[in-house]
């Protein structure tokens, strides 16, 4: 088991934007935002408290929305991180962001804010609004001279694909401390999801020659491989070679089950928020301690994962599970990108 439990908190569904590819608003844009009122932001606090005490795990929070700083209580909230020592990341826009803001997050105790990079200025624009790319590239400044680390998340689909070696090198001009991809998830959209395992692999490579010439010219950006495929692709390239394990064991690959869980403004617990249908139990009714074990169990049957179960890279990869439910409808289906071929079932 990881040390750290992370909760990925949406205290707020408010939000300046309407992504194209946000699962809050997939199935409605005109839905009216969910967000916590405060007595119930203390009781999922300490709910999640008492989940860590119970397993031996130390809490990790994300906080998010929505756009979590819309919530009225959001400062509230962060003295409630302080108050316990609890280290925390906030994931949101960068819109009401300035150096004061950002000193202010850091005196709380924030660890790192997240922005996302959906494109380059056209592409982005398109995802998100008007001036929100070169606010975006501003506002990782902000996030630096405060002492967070700035991270760049971007959701690569098949609007996007071709794109991401330069949002690689507009992050590095711009300084930022940690960039990371992952992909989109179907979920209903208008957005291109389809990529083909050769081009997604394709693009792991002229990633990979790109990280490697950056971290060569020490550069501060650190270059993070979130997708579990490069997993994969590090396995075939010889960069990793998986140890013996315990049979049974599980080392790395999707969180989901093993140290994540997610909360949304109503109270549900999801599994995870990417994967839709994986509500497991609502905050406000049940204590997670108990849903840990009643209910995720069903998100941790490695063996029926139907092309992974037969991989030996079972332990350590899987690829997106929350891709493939999202393509296929079932969370241990194939991921629609990987390329591996099975040659022979594992022992």
């Not at 804010?113 to 998100?128: A, I």
């Amino acid at each position: 088991m990881k040390q750290y439990f992370a909760f990925q908190w949406h205290i707020t569904d408010e939000c300046d934007q309407r992504c194209r590819h946000c699962y809050i608003f997939s199935g409605d844009s005109g839905k009216k935002p969910d967000s916590m009122e405060w007595g119930q932001i203390e009781d999922t606090f300490y709910n999640c408290l008492d989940f860590c005490e119970v397993y031996g795990r130390l809490p990790y929070f994300y906080l998010t929305g929505g756009d979590p700083i819309l919530h009225p209580d959001f400062w509230r909230l962060l003295g409630l991180m302080r108050e316990n020592g609890i280290p925390f990341t906030i994931m949101g826009n960068p819109f009401h962001l300035d150096d004061k803001i950002c000193i202010e997050m850091k005196n709380y105790g924030c660890r790192k804010y997240q922005l996302s990079l959906d494109g380059l200025r056209e592409t982005h624009d398109w995802f998100r609004k008007p001036g929100s790319f070169d606010c975006t590239i501003e506002k990782i400044g902000c996030i630096n001279r405060s002492g967070m680390k700035s991270v760049i998340m971007t959701t690569v689909s098949g609007a996007n694909i071709a794109e991401v070696p330069g949002i690689i090198d507009e992050v590095v001009k711009a300084g930022a401390d940690i960039f990371a991809f992952s992909r989109y998830v179907p979920s209903g959209g208008e957005l291109d999801a389809a990529m083909t395992p050769q081009a997604y692999r394709a693009l792991l490579a002229v990633c990979e020659e790109k990280f490697k010439a950056y971290e060569a010219a020490g550069c501060r950006t650190y270059f993070s491989k979130k997708d579990h495929l490069f997993t994969l692709y590090d396995y075939e390239t010889g960069q990793f070679t998986p140890p013996e394990r315990e049979r049974g064991m599980i080392y790395g690959g999707c969180n989901c089950g093993n140290c994540h869980l997610t909360i949304l403004p109503t109270g549900d617990i999801y599994a995870c928020r990417r994967v839709a249908g994986s509500r497991v139990g609502n905050v406000f009714e049940d204590r997670l301690a108990d849903v840990w074990v009643t209910e995720m169990e069903r998100y941790r049957e490695y063996d029926k994962f139907e092309k992974c179960s037969k991989c030996e890279l079972l332990a350590w990869c899987r690829g997106c599970p929350a891709v493939a439910n999202g393509t296929s409808g079932s969370f241990y289906a194939k991921d629609p990108q990987c390329w591996h071929e099975i040659k022979e079932e594992r022992i």
